[in-house]
């Protein structure tokens, strides 16, 4: 049983199936958390993964999320993004999952590949972020047969509206996944 109070803002408002099948957040984004994601994504500080992978740890329903799932996939950045930032805050977060859980799956770093130039979510309003990201992603040709049937198990730091995670899900469904849920370290509540 998933406490409500860890799932992500996406999965408490939606009525109709999705592509993610669940969600779990660890905490609510706002202070202190709110600054911490900030210097981890922004401010060149990747070492904070292991604080914020110990929370997401501790989200009631996050361990059997990972005992559960075949593998960690994280949310892709573009390539310019990630040259300009110098890493990826998601994979940084699968990492330091792996070296903390007793039972982690293995992470596929690649297994998604994100399409195009969108702009960066954080940047844009409610609505724009609900339609930046449609068709964003696409599952790895060469991780077709590893995907088949499986249960994914998305990673990210926040989630906002969920439309990242949503299309991302998608896409690997459209890749042969079976079940995908997300675990992120903060999520914004739903208003």
Sequence with gaps: MVLQGSVCGECL???APAPLD????AVDYA???DDLIARFKFRDEPGLAGVLAERM???PGATAALTQSDW????PLNPQRLV??????AWELVKAVQARAQRAPP???????RLGEAPDQHSLPREQRLRNLRGAFAAAPHHADALRGTRVLLIDDVSTTGTTLQSAALA?????????????VARTLSH
């Design 31 to 33: 202070y202190p958390w």
């Design 13 to 15: 408002t939606r009525t």
């Design 57 to 59: 740890l501790a989200a």
């Design 172 to 184: 690997l469904k459209q890749g042969g996944a079976a079940q995908v849920r997300g675990l992120v």
């Design 107 to 113: 992470g596929l770093a690649d297994a998604l590949v």
């Design 72 to 75: 960690l996939i994280p949310i």
């Design 84 to 89: 300009s930032r110098g890493y990826n805050q």
């Design 22 to 25: 669940h969600c779990l957040a």
